[in-house]
């Protein structure tokens, strides 16, 4: 989505309209492209240098420690943080701020010695309260820090005095084998931080991240489940619903990428691409037709493919109200991402909590390898803000399925592994996955569906 606007007090729809950008902690500027012109600018290089000079010296780490960290964790254009607060914006609900949400966090992940870098006002009562030391980079027209870290690379290589870029320099010089912990590795940071390695005279930097494979291709949610099309020619004569769950997943890009096979609900992929609305709209409805005639369900959420943390979820849809279909995707289709239409669920719900708290867990992985136990996702509708740690004995003394636990686990055991695998070596992210979180929902659907992780 590209933002036009007054400077820092106003953001314009797709549709024309004009809103008042107020009460967020950055402003609306958002670059949107390959950034190519950067990558030449600051680097000399093209983007397919960029990429084979990030998967030679940013290295994901994979063993825990105590080296020193830089902290640059942002929200990212991958996950259309900003598309979610304007898309909040428009609809009159509250904005999640995300970008200045996920800056303020960022600081609980340092440690005394570490250098954290932001702008926002909540991030820096956040180092002052932690004793953080910390970078100002004072840039707050720019929604997202790592374009934001861009222009200020900009700047100080064409020798402006006033970029604070030259304390990052200098502690990244004398802190050789530090860690940069980042939100994920997208074009904007690949390309800063071969600039940094640049100035610093470093060969390699160490990345608390997935590798650039991983980060780009694999950060969306449009592997789960297969396009419309792949879906309809399938023959599911004499299949049970379980049977025919598991081959629909076969077709998706998960399965065929990488041999990722998982539990799923049942859901389909509406591909965005450049399709004209009604192109996409009219998919929509066949992706509706199917979940309706193979499931029996009545129900489903329209979820964006790339964006995070809740952003744009529209639902539940009524499936038996095509006008209304047409309508929710339609408006969908202004956003410029594939959309998943994926079944809903009504979720269990924790017994004996002080307020009601579904069961929504998620896996998670951490220096590349599986992190023991689940944690239960806080949500506020569908926003997350949070997790909390539950194991088997809690788990347990719950009052939940521990057969449900033990899928879940094992599900993570089996993604790990599929980004271990030939296929994925042919798929450039071959031990790509170092950091991520998997989420699961415990309820039930409807229809021919049993109660379900999926």
């Known amino acids: 989505m590209e933002s036009t606007m007054k400077p820092s007090t106003t953001v314009r729809l797709p549709d024309g309209t004009e809103l008042p950008w107020e009460g967020f902690g950055t402003g609306p500027l958002v670059y949107d492209g390959d950034f190519a012109d950067h990558s030449e600018r600051l680097l000399g290089l093209s983007l397919s240098e960029v990429i084979e000079q990030t998967?030679?010296?940013?290295?994901?780490?994979?063993?825990?420690?105590?080296?020193?960290?830089?902290?640059?964790?942002?929200?990212?254009?991958?996950?259309?943080?900003?598309?979610?607060?304007?898309?909040?914006?428009?609809?009159?609900?509250?904005?999640?701020?995300c970008s200045t949400y996920l800056e303020a966090r960022a600081v609980f992940l340092a440690r005394p010695g570490d250098l954290a870098v932001g702008r926002t006002a909540p991030w820096k009562e956040s180092v002052r309260v932690f004793g953080i030391d910390s970078v100002d980079l004072e840039d707050l027209e720019h929604y997202y820090?790592?374009?934001?870290?861009?222009?200020?690379?900009?700047?100080?290589?064409?020798?402006?005095?006033?970029?604070?870029?030259?304390?990052?320099?200098?502690?990244?010089?004398?802190?050789?084998?530090?860690i940069v912990r980042m939100y994920t590795l997208d074009r904007e940071?690949?390309?800063?931080?071969?600039?940094?390695?640049?100035?610093?005279?470093l060969e390699s930097l160490r990345i608390d991240a997935n590798n650039h494979v991983v980060s780009i291709d694999w950060n969306r949610k449009r592997h789960i489940h297969p396009f419309v099309e792949d879906a309809e020619s399938l023959s599911v004569t004499g299949m049970t619903p379980d049977e025919l769950l598991a081959a629909e997943q076969r077709l998706g890009e998960g399965y065929r990428r990488v041999g990722m096979a998982i539990p799923v609900l049942p859901g389909y992929t509406v591909?965005?691409?450049?399709?004209?609305?009604?192109?996409?709209?009219?998919?929509?409805?066949?992706?509706?037709?199917?979940?309706?005639?193979?499931?029996?369900?009545?129900?489903?959420?329209?979820?964006?493919?790339?964006?995070?943390?809740?952003?744009?979820?529209?639902?539940?849809?009524?499936?038996?109200?095509?006008?209304?279909?047409?309508?929710?995707?339609?408006?969908?289709?202004?956003?410029?991402?594939?959309?998943?239409?994926?079944a809903a669920v009504d979720y269990v719900t924790v017994p004996g909590a002080r307020t009601q708290c579904p069961v929504a867990p998620s896996g998670h992985i951490r220096n590349g390898a599986i992190a023991p136990g689940l944690t239960l996702q806080i949500l506020d509708r569908f926003s997350w803000e949070g997790n909390a740690y539950i194991d088997r004995p809690e788990w347990e003394r719950c009052g939940l399925a521990v057969d449900l636990y033990d899928d879940m686990l094992r599900a993570m055991h089996d993604i790990h592994a599929a980004f271990l695998s030939e296929a994925s070596t042919v798929d450039g992210s071959h031990g790509g996955l170092v950091t991520g979180g998997v989420d699961f929902a415990v309820g039930r659907v409807g229809g021919v569906c049993s109660a379900t992780a999926s």
């Not at 998967?55 to 979610?84: K, V």
């Not at 600039?195 to 610093?200: A, F, I, N, S």
């Open 55 to 97: 998967s030679r010296r940013l290295l994901p780490y994979r063993a825990g420690g105590d080296a020193p960290a830089l902290i640059l964790h942002s929200a990212s254009r991958t996950t259309r943080g900003f598309d979610g607060d304007v898309n909040d914006l428009a609809v009159g609900r509250i904005p999640y701020d």
């Open 189 to 201: 940071m690949q390309i800063f931080l071969l600039w940094l390695l640049r100035r610093t005279g």
């Open 271 to 342: 591909a965005r691409t450049d399709a004209p609305a009604e192109r996409f709209v009219e998919e929509a409805v066949r992706a509706a037709t199917l979940l309706r005639r193979r499931y029996g369900l009545t129900q489903a959420f329209l979820k964006p493919s790339e964006s995070g943390s809740g952003a744009c979820i529209v639902g539940p849809i009524d499936l038996q109200d095509i006008a209304l279909v047409r309508t929710a995707v339609a408006d969908a289709h202004r956003y410029g991402d594939d959309y998943l239409l994926e």
């Open 145 to 178: 820090l790592y374009q934001a870290l861009l222009v200020a690379a900009g700047r100080h290589t064409e020798g402006a005095t006033d970029v604070p870029l030259a304390r990052i320099i200098d502690w990244v010089r004398a802190h050789p084998d530090a």
